[in-house]
């Protein structure tokens, strides 16, 4: 009796593909359109802009800050040359080297969030250009799959950045001044769950539209009013009728918290212990819905 081989179509089901067959075309179609983002990243020089910048923030970093650490003497902390503190407490000047670490830190989560809408808005519209739509479907892929790759490809980038960015930073910063804060590596998570979820903002509204520079605005418009939904206990005192307040609330619970989670990162670099999750669960929720939406209509579009 012949041995059976797993995964082989039998003799009666031939033509067919099996389950194991299927998958595995799937997930080298979903990678080799993966791949194609990052090829035309390439050949659009976006990729070189976006890791160009990158370098330039390090290099700034750089030659800035300047820390000169002298056990038992008078320890200084430099700014563009002047000194802006001094101290012969070790301790005291760590912890005023922590707030300086958080507000750097700050400074990067919001410089790649910008980057990674720029570079979403502007891989994700190419997509549904005459003849490259075409061009893409002519291969037997599904649309989702399609967009999918599309965003995957543009999150890997967007996070691969921050990684190369915020290690490099605590390389600089743990060399200049010798205070290892691991706290400061939190911002990598962080910053990508938020580009995660931004992006999917991203992709929800250029299917919408088919216009990059409205996909943009749309992330622009949430980052700006998070501070000011942020304010929402406060809000919720102050307006005057239960449908603003109802209104307010809904959309602060809505919109992606971009700057509580700023702010948390801000607190972990200082050495906070507590962790708010509703920040983080909302967002994820959010981004959740938004994906699904953008995914759902790109399916069901003729464009």
């Not at 700014?79 to 012969?88: P, S, W």
Request: hydrophobic letters at 55%.
């Amino acid at each position: 009796m012949p041995n059976v081989v797993p995964n082989e179509t039998h003799p009666g089901s031939k033509g067919r593909v099996t389950t194991s067959g299927v998958a595995s075309n799937q997930l080298r179609s979903f990678v080799a359109l993966v791949i194609d983002t990052l090829q035309e990243a390439i050949a659009r020089r976006m990729i070189w802009g976006v890791y160009g910048a990158s370098v330039a923030i390090l290099l700034f970093l750089a030659f800035i800050l300047e820390i000169d650490l002298v056990l038992g003497a008078k320890s200084t902390i430099n700014l563009f040359g002047q000194e802006a503190m001094g101290t012969e407490d070790l301790e005291r000047l760590n912890t005023f080297i922590s707030l300086v670490q958080g507000a750097i830190a700050a400074f990067l989560y919001a410089v790649s969030v910008f980057v990674a809408i720029f570079l979403g808005a502007g891989l994700s519209s190419t997509i549904l250009e005459r003849g490259r739509l075409d061009a893409l479907l002519a291969r037997p892929i599904p649309r989702v799959q399609l967009l999918l790759a599309r965003y995957t490809g543009i999150l890997l980038i967007a996070c691969t950045n921050v990684v190369l960015l915020i290690v490099a930073s605590w390389l600089i910063l743990g060399w200049k001044s010798e205070f290892w804060n691991t706290g400061f590596l939190s911002a990598i998570p962080i910053t990508c769950f938020m580009i995660a979820s931004l992006l999917s903002l991203v992709m929800l509204v250029v299917v919408l539209t088919g216009n990059g520079a409205i996909a943009m605005i749309a992330s622009f418009v949430v980052i700006v009013f998070s501070p000011i939904l942020a304010q929402n206990e406060l809000a919720i005192r102050l307006l005057p009728s239960g449908f603003a307040r109802g209104v307010w609330h809904t959309l602060y619970l809505l919109a992606p918290k971009v700057f509580e989670l700023g702010s948390l990162l801000v607190g972990r670099i200082g050495g906070a212990t507590t962790f708010q999750w509703q920040p983080v669960l909302s967002s994820a929720l959010f981004a959740a819905i938004a994906l699904a939406l953008a995914l759902w209509r790109f399916s069901k579009t003729d464009r």
